[in-house]
């Protein structure tokens, strides 16, 4: 997804902010975090711990909102 903005960007005058993508990015991926969530154990052939998934989760958050907060000249 950061890929097509990009060259959007690139590609024509428009500009979107790198917050703006942040935002508009995670909306999708929430559902599809939710979907990954609920369906761990069925979808799976080794679905993982609850703990681990949790991390992931964390981790991803941690990184957008670092991506949001850090960089608003962007």
């Given at each position: 997804m950061f890929n097509i903005t990009y060259l959007y960007?690139?590609?024509?005058?428009?500009?979107?902010?790198?917050?703006?993508?942040?935002?508009?990015?995670?909306?999708?991926?929430?559902?599809?975090?939710?979907?990954a969530f609920v369906y761990n154990d069925f979808l799976c052939i080794n679905p993982i711990s609850y703990e681990m998934f949790v991390y992931i989760y964390l981790l991803y958050l941690y990184l957008n909102i670092y991506f949001y907060c850090d960089y608003p000249h962007l």
């Open positions: 960007n690139r590609i024509f005058d428009v500009n979107i902010p790198i917050r703006a993508i942040v935002v508009l990015v995670n909306i999708p991926i929430m559902i599809l975090w939710y979907i």
